[in-house]
Each structure stands twice: as C-alpha cells, then as structure tokens.
C-alpha cells in the first residue's frame, strides 16, 4: 500500500486533464491543494472526499489504485462477502471462514472479526441444525448482547442480525423484524441495498416458516420474488417460488422453481429446499 496519496492523487488529476484551478474551484486554495500533492498536508476526510467527486472517483477505487491496483487482503474478502448470498454452498463459507481467521491473525479489524463470527454461526447451522445447539446458542448470545444496546442498527448491523434470527421466539421476532423493516426504509434509497435485503428477507422468510407462520413467510417471499426478477438472481428467483408454492400449496409452482435451479446446477439449495417441500408441504 503506497501511502503518498497526495502524488496519487496529482498523478491521476493531471492524467486525466484537470488543473488545480479546475479541481479547487471555491472551496480551496490551489496553494493547498500544492501542499496536498506534494505531501506537507494531510487533508481532512471531507476535503479528500471532494477532491476526489473532482475527479470523478470514488474512494474504493483511490484506495484500490493506491494499493497498485491489487485488492488488499481485507478488501478480497469484503468483496468475496460482497458476492455471497443466502444459497452460498459449505465448502465455499468455510474457505471464506479460514481466510477471515488468517486474517485476523495478523490485524485487529472489528468488522472482519464480525464477519468471522457470523460465518461461524452459519456453518454450525448448516453443518447441525438449531435444535439442541448449545455450541450454536453461546455464539448467538454473545452477538445479541452486542446488539441489543444500539439505539440504531447500521448496514453492518443488520448483517450480523441476519445471521441470528432464528434466537427470537414468537412473541419477540415481529418486534425485531419492524425495527430491521424500519431500518431498511431509511436506506432504501442507498446504492447497494437490494442485494443485502434479498439476503435477509430470505433469512427471515425461512424463519417464518419454520415457526409456522406461513401467511408472513408468504407475504415476505413475494418480496423476495419481485426483488430476485429485478435483480436478475436467479437462484433466489427458484427459491422464491419453491418456498411460495409451499406456502399456497400450489405443486406446480414448487416444480417450477426445482427445475430453474437444477438448470443452474444450485445441487446443494435444491437438496435443501427438497427436504422442505417434504417437511412442510408433502406432510401436512
């Protein structure tokens, strides 16, 4: 990671045609913006933030060519964590799991620390289930007593809330779930919101129907199936309509979306979605 940012950012300025008057405009002194460059500053968060709209950059991509255009070993499994979703497969999830440990080993990172425990929890479910999980409960207890004293929940948040939603009961989850809805609101407008809010509808639709509250689990999974056609996802689209047959008790619509996913090779989401219809659909 190169750390005079300044000479970067002179570097790509001028590259790209712009003069320190074009870049300073009124809100600076090209003696500044000079003193920036040349490393005798160290400008402000807000003033880097406008220097770079100037140009016509975002500061993921500065960092990024700072790191002479290689992702940074947090930055890979951001963006690893960025693509996964819902339906990601074990062997996946634990390769990412054994890089956030790696990690860590050698930095102190909050989030990628968050990260880890979310991903520990997810495998535990997916490898031995909820009920009886003592292993399971401690790890969520511990996450809860992180989040339960926040006035507001975050981006980051209510990612690692996703991961734990099967810890309330009946009585509670409607409360959470207002407040994760209420939330979402407010970012509605955020550029990379819709992915993250597939992911945890889907979370929380399969929360709902394993408490057998099927006429909520319905009403979310129509969101999840608009969300999937204007995304393009494909393989939530085929779980969207699996888990929405179930709830109507329409077979067809359950065939439907077994075959959209067998199509796309999802193996281990249509074994796991096989088992549903038989748990909740084939049995009742």
């Not at 996703?162 to 810890?167: E, M």
């Not at 129907?209 to 319905?218: A, R, S, T």
């Not at 009403?219 to 888990?243: C, D, M, P, W």
Request: proline content about 2%; charged content about 25%.
């Amino acid at each position: 990671m190169r750390w005079d940012y300044g000479q970067i950012y002179k570097t790509i300025r001028t590259s790209k045609g712009y003069t320190q008057n074009d870049v300073c405009g009124d809100f600076m002194s090209r003696s500044t913006l000079a003193k920036i460059e040349s490393g005798e500053v160290i400008p402000s968060f807000e003033r880097m933030v406008f220097l770079l709209e100037q140009i016509d950059m975002t500061l993921p991509e500065f960092k990024y060519i700072c790191n002479e255009y290689h992702p940074s070993q947090r930055r890979k499994i951001m963006t690893t964590i960025q693509n996964q979703n819902s339906f990601t497969e074990i062997q996946s999830l634990s390769k990412l799991l054994e890089d956030c440990k790696t990690y860590l080993k050698t930095h102190h990172d909050v989030p990628i620390q968050n990260l880890y425990h979310s991903l520990q929890i997810i495998l535990e479910i997916r490898k031995n289930g909820i009920e009886n999980n003592e292993t399971l409960q401690s790890m969520t207890q511990s996450i809860w007593n992180y989040l339960e004293p926040m006035d507001t929940w975050y981006i980051s948040d209510l990612k690692f809330l996703g991961t734990i939603l099967y810890h309330f009961d009946i009585e509670t989850l409607p409360h959470i779930v207002e407040k994760i809805l209420s939330s979402l609101e407010k970012y509605k407008n955020y550029r990379d919101i819709k992915p993250f809010q597939l992911t945890l509808l889907s979370n929380l639709s399969t929360i709902y129907l394993q408490k057998g509250l099927i006429k909520d689990c319905e009403q979310l999974t129509h969101k999840i199936l608009t969300l999937s056609k204007e995304l393009k996802v494909y393989n939530s689209l085929g779980f969207a309509q699996v888990r929405l047959g179930i709830c109507q008790r329409d077979e067809s619509l359950i065939d439907k979306g077994l075959t959209l996913l067998k199509l796309t090779e999802e193996e281990e989401l249509v074994a796991t979605l096989e088992k549903e219809v038989e748990q909740f659909y084939r049995q009742k």
